[in-house]
């Protein structure tokens, strides 16, 4: 008899965490339903204004959906570059990133982070000006840390986001312009 | 009635949390670059406080001490997502700024100290009465810091995009020094210094 109470005493915590956890995960599953689509459009418009910073004379923008690739044209229609989106692993978690090309798919435009959740004053510093500076200009089949004999310098104390930018960026940017070339994109 | 309106206002003088308990100094010093930030965070914060702290005083006597604080974390990790997904939807850019210590509100002493320390041993008018306290001491404090530091580091007074006035001479070559997080380390200690020195905010 006393076993059996002890049993359901000690059950009793257990249950209780499960039924709280199982209260809090709804509420999470229903708001998030309902910010998700918000937060999407969010991103999207600061997208499409950082793309537009980067491409000044940008008159068009046609997205490729199944590349996720935007070719950027001016008044006349003729291509200026190509933007990607770009999405590397972090210290903290994702690194958003939009990188633009110029139309010769090969010298970087620009790099502009979108989102990240790096550390504040180390790895956060990928979105200064200096940073992102570093990468315009240069070409991508080049594109290293200086420490591998590249020419972007890494944020001190930030090893870990500073090559998370810059290998995401490589590896995603020659993977998306070797897809435009095979199927033959302007 | 008095008890409550006395735990309120302890909130924010004797218990304040920031320049008495000093806990929570990291959002503290981290988001007081700016007024804006001040009131999101405030804001953020106070929702958080005053929903876990209601709940958790509901919940108390169901809840072994066993398994406290699971229980609390649980709580308040689920009004911290609340909190941040929403401003992530509606308010974008506060939302930039503040960045991480949004979610960074999880692990605020502040909060867990007042669910443990309070809201589980009190009736739910009482914690509604300290979480509306302590988060209006914490906002005091952050608007405080904000204040002086945006002051002297910008020169100019703004509020949400509207300049509210500038500081003439200081607004061309402001002392940057105090925007970078040294200035808040030295904001804080002056402050501190002083309420201490003219005995106004006296702990207990």
């Not at chain 2, 008495?20 to 106070?46: E, F, H, K, R, W």
């Amino acid at each position: 008899m006393t076993e059996k109470r002890n049993g359901a005493k000690e059950f009793y915590p257990v249950l209780l965490v499960t039924m709280i956890v199982t209260l809090s995960m709804t509420a999470l599953i229903i708001v998030n339903s309902i910010t998700l689509p918000l937060i999407e459009e969010n991103r999207k418009a600061v997208f499409n204004e950082k793309l537009a910073e980067m491409f000044g004379e940008m008159d068009d923008s046609e997205h490729l959906e199944e590349l996720d690739v935007y070719i950027v044209k001016d008044g006349a229609g003729d291509v200026v570059g190509y933007a990607f989106t770009v999405i590397g692993s972090g210290y903290g978690g994702d690194i958003d990133m939009l990188v633009g090309i110029e139309s010769d798919m090969a010298t970087i435009r620009g790099l502009s982070v979108i989102t990240h959740s790096e550390t504040p004053g180390l790895g956060a510093k990928i979105t200064e000006p200096w940073f992102q500076e570093q990468f315009q200009g240069k070409d991508i089949n080049a594109l290293a840390l200086s420490v591998n004999g590249g020419d972007i310098d890494a944020i001190s104390g930030a090893t870990i986001s500073s090559s998370a930018v810059v290998d995401a960026v490589k590896e995603t940017v020659l993977a998306k312009i070797a897809e435009l070339q095979s199927e033959g994109v302007p | 009635m008095g008890r409550v309106l006395e735990t309120f206002i302890n909130g924010i003088t004797k218990s304040n949390p920031t320049f008495i308990l000093l806990l929570g100094l990291c959002p503290t010093l981290a988001v007081s670059t700016s007024l804006d930030n001040a009131i999101g965070m405030t804001a953020a914060v106070m929702f958080v406080l005053i929903a876990s702290n209601i709940t958790v005083s509901i919940i108390k006597k169901f809840v072994p001490s066993m398994v406290r604080i699971p229980t609390f974390i649980v709580i308040i990790a689920t009004f911290v997502t609340i909190t941040d997904l929403s401003m992530q939807a509606y308010l974008p850019s506060l939302s930039q700024s503040l960045g991480i210590f949004v979610p960074l509100i999880v692990v605020n002493c502040i909060i867990l100290g007042r669910a443990e320390a309070f809201a589980s041993k009190n009736s739910v008018k009482d914690s509604f009465a300290d979480a509306l306290g302590i988060g209006l001491g914490f906002g005091v404090a952050i608007f405080i810091v904000s204040f002086i530091r945006q002051l002297l580091g910008t020169g100019e007074m703004s509020l949400f995009s509207w300049v509210l006035f500038k500081v003439p001479g200081l607004s061309d070559n402001p002392m940057a020094i105090f925007i970078l997080p040294m200035g808040a380390f030295l904001v804080i200690a002056f402050l501190l210094a002083m309420f201490r020195y003219m005995g106004v905010m006296e702990g207990e």
